[in-house]
């Protein structure tokens, strides 16, 4: 049966339009772990033997890794994010909170913590992980029952930290090719401007990652 007020609905409703949390943040991104190998950028290089520029290849991969994730919004690496949620106004009532979208081929999420402000107090409560579940089928937390000390000043009062695993694309030989070409562009353009007219490949980086990239409605 349909919810009747809307206010409460997105939180009461096994659906979601729009999605019900305030605001999200990164909480912790890997970005020492290579991706690409150094023999892989060398012989995408041509710089068969000479590793007097090892290390500046290995940074330009890490950023060439960081580009990708942003682009398809995913994480090739596990990516750890908190999620914000408002004021629900409920109290002892199942709730259901959203979490961000996932990209296809993501290998799902892992409910680290859900926390909570309580009375008037300025430091987060860990909520029992026993009184929620995570719903794979809707990417959301079903929360058992809001904690009825929930405080009322603070603006996002409840929040989920969660890791967002890495990623099967990561492993894909186009996905990795686009990586390979970009790091290319990356490596034989180390400045931001050029007197030369620059037009993009007909079938490039952007071409091989559209297919994977999410469609947002």
Request: include cysteine; hydrophobic fraction near 40%.
């Amino acid at each position: 049966m349909a919810v009747e007020n809307l206010t409460l609905a997105p939180f009461f409703g096994t659906s979601r339009n729009p999605y019900n949390y305030a605001k999200v943040e990164q909480i912790t991104r890997d970005v020492a772990t290579a991706w690409l190998t150094l023999e892989e950028c060398t012989q995408q290089l041509n710089l068969f033997g000479d590793e007097s520029q090892d290390t500046y290849i290995s940074s330009i991969e890490l950023a060439t890794r960081m580009a990708i994730e942003d682009f398809l919004g995913m994480a090739i690496f596990a990516t750890s994010y908190r999620v914000y949620y408002g004021n629900i106004g409920l109290y002892n009532t199942q709730v259901f909170l959203d979490l961000p979208e996932v990209s296809q081929g993501a290998s799902g999420v892992t409910i680290d913590a859900v926390y909570f402000y309580g009375d008037s107090n300025t430091i987060p409560e860990l909520i029992d992980p026993t009184t929620y579940s995570y719903d794979p089928t809707g990417n959301r937390v079903i929360l058992n029952q809001i904690p009825n000390t929930l405080n009322q000043v603070v603006a996002n009062p409840i929040y989920v930290e969660y890791t967002a695993n890495a990623n099967n694309l990561a492993s894909y030989p186009v996905i990795k090719q686009a990586g390979l070409m970009l790091l290319t562009h990356i490596y034989n353009n180390r400045s931001n401007t050029t007197e030369a007219n620059l037009r993009e490949i007909p079938f490039g980086v952007a071409t091989l990652l559209r297919p994977y990239k999410p469609l947002v409605m």
